[in-house]
């Protein structure tokens, strides 16, 4: 399952190089990319566990930008 998200206050495209490396690393993630122009999240994982992916890839870009959001 493959689903585009909107990002709210992503400020930095640093941050989001790092959001995108880190979100790769979870376990069941088939690909991620953090758009810092566009401020978009696209997410590609297993629809099983999709739910939990997308939570903890939101917990990730929290704790590297505290401000930014994921829209959903």
Do not use: W
């Not at 941050?15 to 490396?21: G, I």
């Not at 990319?33 to 566009?38: A, D, G, H, I, Y």
């Amino acid at each position: 399952m493959k689903k585009v998200f909107k990002l709210k206050d992503l400020d930095c495209a640093n941050c989001a190089a790092k959001m995108e490396k880190a979100i790769s690393e979870l376990p069941g993630v088939a690909s991620v990319r953090v758009n810092f122009l566009t401020q978009k999240l696209t997410l590609e994982a297993d629809a099983a566990q999709f739910d939990t992916l997308l939570e903890k890839a939101s917990a990730i870009i929290r704790k590297i930008e505290p401000d930014c959001t994921v829209i959903k």
